[in-house]
């Protein structure tokens, strides 16, 4: 499956350093998924717009200059596409039997309550099957900015494999799908 994230792309760098597709930032627990001491979670799309939406949604006008990133000097905003296996186990959070089956309602998934969202995640993470094998390698939901977006934390050990990275830029497509989908007006400055 071919899958989407935005990531500060630095074109010197090398595989599995800062500004690669590659590159996963060693957890620091801020993100919805994040549980360090248990796993690293990659945060992906199923659709470009939705990777861009996720990461620039909050903001009311898009700048060109929103994709440059000051914290890796010389990087830039890119979009990597990412290939995992097809037969990946995803917990699907849309599903409404699958929220039953754990005591979740949807509010719970998609509020931005990392408390919450951590917990219920952590203790997906630690399924097992009766010969403690791991259930799930990610789970996908649907996206706080736009339902329509499928979204995916995967925290399986097998890196996805690039397959592709485009700099981003206020003109390229995806980024006006996003802002039109979301209301959002592009500038060039």
């Known amino acids: 499956m071919l899958v989407y994230r935005v990531f500060?792309?630095?074109p010197s760098a090398?595989?599995?350093q800062p500004g690669h597709p590659s590159y996963l930032h060693p957890g620091r627990g801020g993100g919805r998924l994040d549980?360090?001491?248990s796993y690293s979670v990659w945060y992906l799309s199923y659709d470009p717009c939705g990777a861009i939406g996720e990461v620039f949604g909050n903001r009311q006008t898009w700048p060109d200059t929103m994709f440059t990133e000051k914290?890796?000097?010389g990087s830039r905003k890119a979009l990597a596409t990412?290939?995992?296996p097809d037969d990946l186990s995803i917990l699907d959070l849309d599903d409404p039997q699958v929220l039953?089956?754990?005591g979740l309602r949807p509010s719970q998934v998609v509020a931005r309550n990392r408390a919450v969202t951590q917990a219920w995640a952590l203790r997906i993470f630690d399924e097992r099957n009766d010969r403690r094998e791991r259930l799930w390698y990610?789970?996908?939901w649907r996206s706080f900015q736009r339902p329509q977006w499928r979204?995916?934390?995967?925290w399986g050990s097998a890196e996805p494999v690039v397959v592709n990275v485009e700099p981003l830029h206020y003109q390229h497509y995806a980024v006006i799908d996003a802002a039109g989908t979301l209301f959002k007006r592009l500038s060039r400055k």
């Open 82 to 84: 990412l290939r995992l």
């Open 138 to 140: 990610g789970v996908a």
């Open 151 to 154: 979204l995916l934390g995967y």
């Open 35 to 37: 549980n360090p001491a």
């Open 100 to 102: 039953l089956d754990r």
């Open 8 to 10: 500060p792309h630095l």
């Open 71 to 73: 914290r890796l000097p």
């Open 14 to 16: 090398a595989p599995g």
